[in-house]
């Protein structure tokens, strides 16, 4: 190109940056047995893993559980153009639900910022051979040469994983949508956006249900936004909804057609010590999760983790703080935009340990009968495969230990937003840009 | 972050004060300074959304309700009120100079955009190093604040001019990218000034007038649907001249701008030579 012999390399690591873009994993999700796991990514891909059965006695002993590999990959959205707004339409896979198993076919409801899809994944691994009207090619047979009759047999073949759009629900949201919850009762779901909530039916595409509208009449006086909404695990009736308010509204779909107004609402008075001009952007609930009792919400904000009993409204019952020392960091990470990072949360099977991410590739878990809380890291340069996995630390003065971090070394590209939980066990799926970590609980931490 | 000049308080004079007051003083204008910050980066934060996909709803929400309670606070305070006083004409009311951002003879309500920015940039603008002719200015105000003023000013000036790009830093006029700069001022002009409206706007399509006069209404201007007219975004032709990104951060003091955003003008102009260029175009 150019003589000068001079000019500098040019440094191409933007390209790989670039070309990854599309990897980044955008949400994860078990499915009800645990067998089944999906990730979906920014390039509107989902990946499917399934959990190897274990057919040696000796594992269990051992402790071992099956490892995850990927069982099937198929591209659920695309990139798409509103005309009207002149604005695209990202194919980003915002949120994956599976749906209960009801026979041999599984099936899971994927989302990017409008469309909602409903996709069948079922396996083939027979096929009919022995047809008296096809060769083995599939063509057709000249009749003249059939001199005998013979019933087509099912032979075994290679396993083959077909996946089929079964429903698309879309234009059900003018905006973007962020979240989808299965309803218990099997049959419908619902899906919700910043300003709205409609309740699908999961036969019925051409219609659904407004339940929760809070857009003004005048998009002047807007002031909040739907952040999260989920299905409460067995009424069937009840849903919780967050805002960037920080507030959390339990909705009674038996009160009226319209769910304006909430059954309860979840506020905590505000700290007033802690004020500031960033005190509403951090008290924004980026995630809500009903127990699987279904007795306790866990919420998130920017700098903590709220575990609300639904018996009262006034505050919750425990906060766990995930990353205070970020709190005089709030007008840099403001600049940068890190703080509209949204975090989510899970439960673990029982309800006693919660996990949320953080930077750095950290995410933390606490234990709620201790309320003891440890940080631990996703990062491939310092865990090998079977590895236990160290806990780490954030340095914020006294004695400092080897291996602290200190907060101005975090990085803060390298962020925890979205995980997993297994239903059963303790298995973690951990999404880290574009690389997926599954741990595993060991019984004998001994084994390597 | 901040000129480390500035040590004066905004609503207090230049009265001597004494050593505990003096501290105290410094606290507080060292607050107004990182108020006055926040309150820039925010709009920024607002302009500057990528229009290839629809804006996160969500954090538009947040940024403009820390805006919001910005605004407020500096209402309160005192600080908002010698704004409105700088721009308000002696013809008008007391209590409109308190309200939040009818600011700037109005005389189209296309023009609330550059109000707010000009309202805002104010504050920025009140440096020891800015310097501004008032004789250019019409309208009777502090030295300090001529140089925004007379951004708005022009904005109102030319209606009809295409060129609304020559409202920005002589230096970008005099160099000869000027129709470069141009169509990168129509580019910015069809994403538009970010205020309230237009970016809770973009999710729908709006006709309607905006609402009775109101601090917060004008702050939260309504949509000009001709932003959804894809003629208008490809030609970059408005039918008012909107202050875009570049104006506002004309208008922002260099000690204000945030690291993000390219290195500013500085506020400084030749307003002759402005003044000369306007006289060219508007055909006088």
Redesign the interface.
């Known amino acids: 190109m150019g003589e000068d012999g001079e000019s500098p390399k040019i440094n191409h690591s933007f390209l790989r940056d670039y070309v990854t873009e599309a990897d980044v994993i955008s949400t994860v999700e078990f499915n009800q047995t645990g067998d089944l796991l999906a990730t979906g990514d920014k390039g509107g891909r989902v990946v499917i893993f399934q959990r190897e059965t274990e057919p040696k006695g000796e594992s269990e002993e051992l402790g071992e559980s099956g490892e995850y590999n990927v069982y099937s990959t198929f591209q659920s959205h695309e990139p798409d153009f ?1 005309y ?7 194919e980003k896979i915002n949120k994956i639900r599976w749906l209960p198993q009801q026979n041999a076919a599984h099936f899971l409801l994927s989302t990017n ?1 409008k469309t909602i899809k409903l996709w069948k994944v079922s396996e083939r691994d027979k096929r009919p051979e022995g047809y008296n009207l096809k060769d083995e090619e599939g063509r057709i047979k000249d009749i003249s040469t059939v001199t005998s009759l013979r019933v087509p047999v099912l032979k075994p073949t290679d396993l083959m994983v077909e996946v089929r759009p079964r429903r698309i629900f879309a234009n059900g949201h ?3 949508v962020n979240s989808i919850s299965v309803n218990s009762d099997g049959e419908t779901y619902l899906s919700a956006d ?2 709205r909530i409609n309740m699908w039916h999961l036969d019925i595409t051409d219609r659904s249900f407004n339940i929760v509208d809070i857009k003004p009449a ?8 739907i ?1 999260a909404a989920e299905f409460h695990p067995h009424h069937c009736h009840l849903f919780v909804y967050s805002s ?1 308010k920080g507030t959390l509204r339990l909705c009674d779909m038996r009160e009226s057609a319209l769910c304006d107004k909430h059954s309860k609402i979840f506020e905590e008075p505000e700290d007033p010590g802690n004020r500031s ?2 005190s ?2 951090i008290s ?1 609930v980026s995630d809500v999760k009903f127990s699987h009792s279904g007795r306790y919400l866990l919420t998130r904000d920017y700098l903590t983790v709220k575990v609300w009993d639904l018996n009262m409204e006034k505050g919750p019952v425990e906060t766990y703080q995930v990353h205070e020392y970020l709190r005089s960091k709030l ?1 840099s990470l ?4 890190c703080i ?1 990072d949204k975090f989510e949360c899970v439960w673990n099977s029982t309800d006693s340990v919660i996990m949320t991410g953080a930077y750095n590739s950290f995410f933390r878990m606490f234990d709620r009968e201790t309320g003891r809380g440890v940080t631990l890291e996703a990062w491939r340069e310092s865990s090998k495969p079977r590895a236990v996995l160290r806990t780490r630390r954030v340095y914020t003065g006294g004695r400092r230990r080897r291996g602290d971090v200190g907060v101005d070394s975090l990085d803060f590209t390298k962020k925890i937003l979205h995980m997993a939980w297994h239903p059963a066990e303790n298995i973690i799926a951990i999404a880290a840009t574009n690389n997926l970590y599954i741990f595993q609980d060991r019984v004998n931490a001994e084994n390597q | 972050m901040f000129s480390k000049g500035t040590k004066r308080k905004f609503s207090d004079g230049d009265e001597d004060l004494s050593d505990e007051s003096l501290v105290g003083a410094r606290v507080a204008s060292s607050y107004s300074l ?2 006055q910050s ?1 309150l820039d ?1 925010s709009l920024i ?1 607002l302009q500057l959304c990528h ?4 804006p ?4 538009s ?2 940024i ?3 805006v ?3 605004q407020e606070e500096m209402t309160h305070d005192g600080s908002w009120h010698m704004v409105t006083e700088a721009f308000c004409g002696t013809g008008q009311s007391p209590s409109e100079r308190l309200v939040a951002t009818e600011v700037l003879c109005r005389s189209r309500e296309q023009d609330a955009e550059p109000k707010l920015f000009s309202v805002i940039s104010y504050e920025g603008c009140r440096e020891e190093e800015v310097v501004a002719d008032e004789t250019l200015c019409s309208v009777s105000v502090s030295d300090t604040v001529s140089n925004v003023c007379l951004a708005g000013r022009m904005g109102q000036c030319w209606e009809k001019s295409e060129l609304s790009g020559v409202e920005r830093d002589e230096e970008a006029l005099e160099d000869s990218r000027e129709d470069e700069e141009v169509d990168t001022e129509d580019g910015a002009s069809t994403e538009g000034p970010k205020t ?2 237009q970016v ?7 006709n309607g007038s905006p ?1 009775p006069d109101s601090a ?2 004008e702050l ?3 949509v000009d649907t001709s932003y ?1 007219d ?1 003629d208008t ?1 490809l030609t970059g032709m408005q039918s008012a001249p909107k202050m875009g990104p570049y104006d506002l951060l004309d208008s922002l003091a260099p000690s204000h701008s ?3 955003i390219v290195s500013t003008p500085n506020c400084r102009s030749d307003l002759n030579e402005l003044d000369h260029i306007m006289e060219i175009i508007v055909g006088s």
């Open positions: 509103d009207l707004k002149s604005l695209e339409i990202e910022d003018t905006y973007h910043d300003l005048n998009m002047e006086d807007l002031t909040e936004v952040t960037s001009f960033f509403e952007i924004s007008c403001y600049e940068n935009d509209f | 990182q108020r926040l980066m934060k229009m290839l996909v629809e996160n709803l969500c954090r929400v947040l403009a309700n820390t919001r309670q910005i309230i409206g809770f706007g973009t999710f729908e399509i709006k609402g917060l209404e939260f201007s309504d959804y894809l975004m945030s690291p993000s």
